[in-house]
């Protein structure tokens, strides 16, 4: 347990800052399992549309470096080539 004050509240900090990212890496799985669930269905039509959010979360997850912005350009080129070959 830290003693000095700084140490107490870079703590606190921290376990917002885990939490909030924790959300949006969660939301971010939830979404990116409804397009696959849609592919898997061959619904391509509403994959595109989900598609568009699912860019969306990856580039702002990326922006707030929650996950490397290389890390969501990969997972955003294999999500396409899925689609892609769906159709």
Do not use: Y
């Not at 549309?49 to 929650?66: E, H, R, T, Y």
Request: glycine share 2%.
């Amino acid at each position: 347990m830290p003693r000095r004050k700084t140490s107490l509240k870079s703590n606190r900090q921290n376990k917002k800052r885990r939490l909030r990212n924790l959300k949006v890496k969660q939301q971010l799985k939830r979404t990116i399992k409804k397009f696959l669930a849609l592919l898997s269905v061959k619904n391509t039509a509403e994959a595109q549309s989900i598609l568009g959010k699912v860019f969306s979360q990856l580039d702002k997850a990326a922006k707030k470096k929650i996950i490397h912005p290389r890390t969501a350009d990969r997972r955003k080129s294999r999500l396409t080539k899925r689609l892609t070959s769906a159709k």
